[in-house]
């Protein structure tokens, strides 16, 4: 279902509570189960055992992380990506009853299991080919992980009307906008406004950022979320990656999709309407308020987060994001608007510098520097061409990777 088909019934109900008084418990699998996404989903889920079960976990290479959760919360299957991680999770889960698998391919088919609601929480385009494994089995898919969306978000959205999933967004600022587009018309839409924290580094000077350490980055004033998204979070390039997954996931173009830093990150996207009208959705900083909307949408379960109050709070306040200091949102934009294979190639390429700046193998301003210089690169091989199948998307993932560790390696 596409969100500008939500009906009027459908927004109604969304305002009851969710009970079972029919009995059947839903049966919810989670892909990077081990992560901050993951773990939060297995709060809400044990917290309404009488509502939801659960058929299959996955991680990357935690096997005892894994192997600890499964056995918690009656996992049906547990799956690491990584076979190296496999003897310890068999080990683990040895007379439990509870199955284990490892590799690409039992990743694929965990995912693909009969299950009521499949959360894709793992962390970049490492997602893409099991969450896509969700989305053709036409299951309800809570997304959160917005790098399937940048990677090959055209792709993404044909399977997901090809096969009649139902996909969900997970990111606090796509949930707003789902909430606050409800039943509207899309053409009713003027501008969808995502807010953005700022980072720790929001009223830094240029060369305090450039000389900024990854402990300073981590170190994220309201959210508490997985390594490689707190970074993206310091840059804006998350902002960036999320712009995209707007444009995937509402109906609307790149010009109606803006950015404002909200540094309280109370208010999570504003939609303005073509009357005048503007809609924002709130609730305090914490992710399960999110992911409680898609694991029980069209109705509400209670999620244990703290209330909001307004008068405490005191003040909202909102400024323009600044590009000079925080060019990476400029980036992200010009690939979405270039359109074809840039958002992957600029996807790929902020993976790996990312990973290079948590390693110290570079600053901080190298991030985005390494994601132009391989947008360059790319433009300049061919590579942005658009790109329609997923063999050829994966390829330019790989190319693009491939581009950006060369800049990496060798200087810029
Ligand atoms: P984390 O780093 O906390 O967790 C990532 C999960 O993915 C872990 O379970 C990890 O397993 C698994 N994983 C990592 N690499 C691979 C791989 N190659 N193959 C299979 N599984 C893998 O990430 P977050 O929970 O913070 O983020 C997950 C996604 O949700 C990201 O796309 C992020 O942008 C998005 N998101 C996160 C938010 C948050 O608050 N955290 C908010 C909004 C969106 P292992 O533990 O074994 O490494």
Redesign the pocket.
Known sequence: MAFGELDTMAIRQNLTVLSNTSGSVRRISV????????Q?TLDLVSRHSDLFSVEAI?????AK??AALAIRHHARIAV???CA?YADLAEALSGTGIAAAAGPEA?AEAAARPADCVVA????A??LL?TLAAVRQGRRVAL????CLVTAGELFMREVAASGAELLP???EHSAAFQAIGASQPDAIEQIMLTASGGPFRDWDMARIKAATPEQALRHPN????????I?SASLM?KG?ELIEAFHLFPVGVEQLSCVVHPQSIVHCLVAYRDGSVLAQMSSPD?RTPIALALSWPKRIDAPTKRLNLAALGQLTFEAPDETRFPALAVAREALAAGGAAPAVLNAANEEAVMAFLDKRIGFLDIVGVVSDTLEAAHGLNLIASVDRLDDILAVDANARRLARGFIENGR
């Open positions: 892909l990077g189960a081990t992560g901050s996404i993951g939060s996955t991680a990357n290479c935690d992380g894994l690491v990506a990584d991680a990743l929480a793992i962390v970049g490492a997602g099991p959160a992980n917005k790098e997970v990111d606090s959210w508490s979320m997985g390594a490689k998204i707190t993206d998350n990656l992710m």
